[in-house]
C-alpha cells in the first residue's frame, strides 16, 4: 500500500495500538504527526518511525478541547505542508459500575473519547475542505460501543457515539472527497490482558514467542497490534476511496463490517398501541428473540 506524500495525525500514538498505526503508516510512506501526553513515549515513538526510515514529527497534548485538535492540524501543515489522514486513537479508561462512576470519571472518559474525536475530526475537515483534494478521517471505536460491556458506561458510550458520528461525517463530508469510517478493533493490549481468559494466553505466547494460537486469533479475533495496523493503512489510502460510513471490525485473523442499526421486527395495530396490547403482543411478536446484550465472554477449546 502506497502513501506516499500524504500526511497523517495519529493521536494517541505513543505507545500501544496508536503507536503501531503510526509506524504502519510511516511505513507504507506517510508522513506522521505523533500525537501523546507524555513527552517521553512521543519522543520514543518518533525516533522509531525515523530510524526506520519514515517521517515523522511530535505533538504532546491532551486531546479534547479545540486548542489541542489545532495544534495537531497545525503540527501537520508546518511540518510537512498539508494534512490527508486523521486517525483519533487517543483514549483513557475510568471504568466502574454505573452506581459507583462518579461525575469525573464519566466526564474524563468522554472528554478524550467522544469530545476529543470530535474537536480533532472538525479541525481535520476544515483544513480538509480548504484543500480540496479530499482526505481520510479514521475513528477508532471499540466492541463495547458496538455490544456494551460490564462496567464500562462512560466508554461504551464514547465509542458508540463515535460510531454514530462517523456516519453522520460520511454524509456532510461526501461532496469534499473526504471518507469516514470507524474502526472496531481487538488486539493484545494492557486492557486485553485483564480478561481471565485472555491473560494467560497472551503471556504465554509472549514467553515462547509463539503466535497466539488459533482459536483466539479466529474465533475471538484477538491478535497483535500491528494486525489491526493493516486496516488503518487501508482506510487511509486512496484504494479506500469508496468506503464510507462504516464500522469495520479488525483483529487477529478477523475482518469483520459491522451492521448498523436496523428495526429487526415490526408490528402493526390500527389506531396505535395501548399498554395492555404491547403486553399481550410482546413475547410472541416484536419481541419474540430478543437482541443480545453485553461482550460475549471469551471460551477457550476444550483440551
Excluded at 23 to 36: F, T
Aim: aromatic fraction near 4%; proline fraction near 4%; hydrophobic fraction near 45%.
Amino acid at each position: 500500500m502506497d502513501l506516499q506524500g500524504k500526511v497523517a495525525v495519529v493521536t494517541g500514538s505513543g505507545r500501544g495500538l496508536g503507536l503501531a498505526y503510526a509506524q504502519a503508516l510511516a511505513a507504507a510512506g506517510a508522513a506522521v504527526v505523533v500525537n501523546d501526553v507524555d513527552q517521553d513515549a512521543v519522543d520514543a515513538a518518533v525516533a522509531s518511525i525515523t530510524s526506520a526510515g519514515g517521517r515523522a514529527t511530535g505533538a504532546v497534548a491532551a486531546v479534547g478541547d479545540g486548542d489541542a485538535a489545532r495544534l495537531l492540524v497545525d503540527t501537520a501543515v508546518q511540518e510537512f505542508g498539508s494534512l490527508d489522514v486523521l486517525v483519533t486513537n487517543a483514549g483513557i479508561l475510568r471504568d466502574r459500575v454505573l452506581w459507583k462512576m462518579t461525575d469525573d470519571d464519566f466526564d474524563a472518559v468522554v472528554r478524550v473519547h467522544l469530545r476529543g474525536t470530535f474537536t480533532c475530526a472538525r479541525a481535520a475537515a476544515i483544513r480538509m475542505r480548504e484543500q480540496g483534494t479530499g482526505g481520510r478521517l479514521v475513528l477508532i471505536s471499540s466492541p463495547a460501543g458496538q455490544r456494551g460491556n460490564f462496567g464500562q458506561t462512560n466508554y461504551a458510550a464514547a465509542k458508540a457515539g463515535i460510531v454514530a458520528m462517523a456516519r453522520t461525517w460520511a454524509l456532510e463530508l461526501s461532496r469534499a472527497g473526504i471518507t469516514v469510517n470507524a474502526v472496531v478493533p481487538v488486539a493484545a493490549t494492557e486492557m486485553t490482558r485483564t480478561i481471565p481468559a485472555f491473560a494467560p494466553v497472551i503471556e504465554e505466547a509472549e514467553r515462547t514467542g509463539d503466535p497466539l494460537p488459533d482459536w483466539l486469533r479466529k474465533e475471538e479475533g484477538l491478535g497483535t497490534v500491528e494486525d489491526v495496523a493493516a486496516l488503518i493503512t487501508f482506510l487511509a489510502s486512496d484504494d479506500s476511496g469508496d468506503v464510507t460510513g462504516q464500522a469495520i471490525g479488525i483483529g487477529g485473523d478477523r475482518l469483520a463490517l459491522w451492521a448498523h442499526p436496523r428495526e429487526k421486527a415490526v408490528a402493526l395495530a390500527d389506531g396505535g398501541w395501548t399498554a395492555e396490547a404491547i403486553a399481550a403482543r410482546w413475547r410472541d411478536g416484536v419481541g419474540a428473540e430478543p437482541e443480545t446484550y453485553g461482550i460475549p465472554a471469551p471460551k477457550a477449546p476444550e483440551a
